[in-house]
């Protein structure tokens, strides 16, 4: 059916043709509007909809929006159970699908290359703090639905709390995902400050070897009179072997200092 039999009001029909309209649920006098956004792979894409269902007395409607009419499913909550279980399990399976991409990410992290670690690891830390977001928003939505009916006679409690739990159970599953990017993160952090450091320790020793060997060519480079060895036939052959000598000292110095120090 293209309209509702019965009467709605237009800002709410706004809200049912928004599709980025968040989860929400609204009691009016003759009918209430649940509106479940969810996350769910499309293909390799993570696509995010708003599933907009309209309570009238026994009756619920589903609005889909490909053929921008109103379906109708039927009397009593099964048919609203069956419609909001079906896209709860596309968001299990999309979870489940990230949890393997996160895997992915890790392998990554370990290979000999590590040149798309960071760029796959925010891609996957963004999309995964909005599907952690959503299914929060999500779960109190329904609350607040289960809340207002769980008192009407023919009202599925059993099949509706499976809802819930599955609902929640998407929430830890997304929580436990942001866990092990963090901690993927911070394994990555650690292997950079151990490369870090690395790097600075054979600086200072080079720096520590070259900087005593500088002093001694700045010093015999003054442009100035009565240096050591200005006359002595072999005076450049006789500093460049206590340069030698002295950076072979520096280089056992260094040594022992690093090796007493670990």
């Given at each position: 059916?293209?309209?509702?039999?019965?009467?709605?009001?237009?800002?709410?029909?706004?809200?049912?043709?928004?599709?980025?309209?968040?989860?929400?649920?609204?009691?009016?006098?003759?009918?209430?509007?649940?509106?479940?956004?969810?996350?769910?792979?499309?293909?390799?894409?993570?696509?995010?909809?708003?599933?907009?269902?309209?309570?009238?007395?026994?009756?619920?409607?589903f609005y889909e929006r490909e053929t921008k009419t109103f379906k109708d499913l039927g009397s009593g909550f099964h048919g609203l159970y069956k419609a909001i279980d079906h896209a709860i399990d596309g968001a299990i399976q999309m979870l489940l699908l990230y949890h393997e991409k996160i895997d992915q990410c890790?392998?990554?992290?370990?290979?000999?290359?590590?040149?798309?670690?960071?760029?796959?690891?925010?891609?996957?830390?963004?999309?995964?703090?909005?599907?952690?977001?959503?299914?929060?928003?999500?779960?109190?939505?329904?609350?607040?639905?289960?809340?207002?009916?769980?008192?009407?006679?023919?009202?599925?409690?059993?099949?509706?709390?499976?809802?819930?739990?599955?609902?929640?159970?998407?929430?830890?599953?997304?929580?436990?995902?942001?866990?092990?990017?963090?901690?993927?993160?911070?394994?990555?952090?650690?292997?950079?400050?151990?490369?870090?450091?690395?790097?600075?320790?054979?600086?200072?020793?080079?720096?520590?070897?070259?900087?005593?060997?500088?002093?001694?060519?700045?010093?015999?480079?003054?442009?100035?009179?009565?240096?050591?060895?200005?006359?002595?036939?072999?005076?450049?052959?006789?500093?460049?072997?206590?340069?030698?000598?002295?950076?072979?000292?520096?280089?056992?110095?260094?040594?022992?200092?690093?090796?007493?120090?670990?």
């Amino acid at each position: 059916m293209t309209q509702l039999p019965f009467f709605i009001h237009d800002l709410h029909l706004e809200d049912i043709h928004n599709p980025e309209h968040p989860s929400t649920f609204m009691l009016e006098e003759n009918y209430s509007l649940l509106i479940l956004r969810l996350a769910f792979f499309r293909g390799d894409t993570l696509e995010v909809a708003s599933f907009p269902f309209v309570i009238h007395d026994e009756n619920s409607y589903f609005y889909e929006r490909e053929t921008k009419t109103f379906k109708d499913l039927g009397s009593g909550f099964h048919g609203l159970y069956k419609a909001i279980d079906h896209a709860i399990d596309g968001a299990i399976q999309m979870l489940l699908l990230y949890h393997e991409k996160i895997d992915q990410c890790e392998e990554t992290l370990y290979a000999p290359s590590k040149k798309d670690f960071l760029k796959e690891w925010h891609v996957q830390k963004k999309e995964m703090i909005r599907i952690h977001r959503l299914k929060i928003k999500a779960v109190s939505t329904l609350f607040e639905f289960l809340e207002l009916y769980k008192k009407e006679k023919e009202f599925l409690h059993n099949e509706f709390d499976d809802v819930i739990e599955h609902l929640e159970r998407c929430e830890r599953s997304a929580q436990s995902a942001l866990l092990k990017l963090d901690q993927i993160y911070n394994f990555y952090s650690v292997q950079t400050s151990e490369k870090i450091n690395k790097s600075i320790f054979y600086l200072t020793i080079i720096s520590a070897i070259f900087l005593p060997l500088n002093l001694v060519v700045g010093f015999f480079g003054m442009n100035t009179g009565g240096l050591p060895f200005e006359k002595h036939p072999h005076g450049t052959f006789a500093v460049m072997g206590g340069m030698f000598v002295l950076m072979l000292f520096l280089i056992l110095v260094v040594l022992l200092y690093f090796k007493k120090k670990r």
